[in-house]
């Protein structure tokens, strides 16, 4: 071994170790948060079902009908905004995540600065909404809307519960380890799962608009509820031809799109992940994709180390980076959906056969017009106006026949 690669090793060495010191504290600090919240849900819910059903929320009886849409990450933003734009008849408001209750005092405290209720994902969701000039109601305030639409029922405030909701899937799910499997069979919050895999479990939402019939199947096998299941495709990865139109500078090289994968208290050998990418690239440029909420000092060392002759980006639209590479890379990315929607070398943590199976719907942009039926048809029930079944009400008002990749 070269004398001047032993500084490196050692380093790498160390870095690898305290990962997994760091994982295994904060799995078991997962576990006990788990167990620990297992008797006062309990309860709760027993206090839930022996007090009398609260009021219903007062109607308006003038003006157009009010939709609250609940942002989060850009991914969830950009979907939700999409959306909204296909329902100019009614009022709009748009808000970041937020939460009440103990997430709130978890938020405050900074415990939750990974997630979407974190100051960092909350400030660019702000800017997003700001720069469009998009109408305002930041913690849904103003109250009194006729629905609510969301990216993510991890959370659901009471200040919206008793409203019609409906969530719209944001993209991949997070596998299912041990605390999801715990907080689905104590039937606790989602939110003490921490990761997106717990998504659909509040049961709180009324309609739940999925990407593809493979993610229905999926979300059915969760846990959801299946007449609630509504399969739109969601706005962000029901077009990827368009992406092939772009202005990015580079062709021909191996793209990585990395996971927060430590920033959601789970762990990962990343020098081991880079070595491998080095090694598949073969020569190849490497252009590396960091996700927006991965710690960028600690990614940018780790690749200097490693693979210094890397370009790395922060920023940028990763689906036209893709159009333009030759090889994928992924670890938990959704973005993998828009390599094989391309029909690029795809490689992932996932299986690719499920992936494929999951792909969401290629239907030329017309997901967002399906969602914005299935709100509508909910405002039509608050109205008191007969609504068809959940499949329905988007099948026969949109044509062309969505595809599968």
Known sequence: MPRHDVPSRLWNAGAWLRS????????????????????????????????????????????????????????????LHQVAAQLPEFEHAFTWYYCDGVLELFRKLGWLESTALGDKLRARCLAYLQSRGLPLDLGGARGDYDLVITCSDMA???????????????????????????????????????????????????????ASEGYREHFVKKGARPETIVVTGIPNFDDCERYRKNSFPHRDFLLVCSSDIRETARWEDRPRFIREVVTLAAGRAIIWKLHPNENVLRARAELGALA????????????????????LVTQYSSTAYVGLALGKEVHSFFDLGE???????????????????VCRDLIRARQHRPIPHATAAVETTLSPAPRSV
């Open 355 to 373: 992936l494929r199976r999951l792909c969401p719907l290629q239907n030329g942009g017309a997901s967002a017009a399906r969602v914005a039926d």
């Open 156 to 210: 659901v405030p009471k200040n919206v519960r008793g409203c019609p909701l409906v969530l719209l899937q944001e993209g991949m799910t997070d596998p299912e380890d041990l605390i999801f499997r715990l907080v689905r069979a104590l039937r606790l919050p989602p939110w003490l799962a921490i990761t997106s895999s717990a998504t659909s479990l509040s049961h709180a939402y009324d309609r739940f608009c999925v």
């Open 20 to 79: 997994c010191l760091l994982a295994g504290v904060v799995f078991v600090g997962r576990v006990l948060l788990v167990l620990l919240a297992a008797a006062p849900c309990a309860l709760g819910r027993l206090v839930a079902q022996l007090s009398p059903p609260p009021a219903p929320p007062a109607r308006r009886r003038t003006g157009k009908p009010r939709i609250l849409f609940i942002g989060g990450t850009i991914n969830h933003t950009t979907q």
């Open 308 to 327: 210094a002759e890397a370009l790395i980006y922060e920023t940028g639209c990763a689906e036209e980076m893709i159009a333009n590479c030759t090889v």
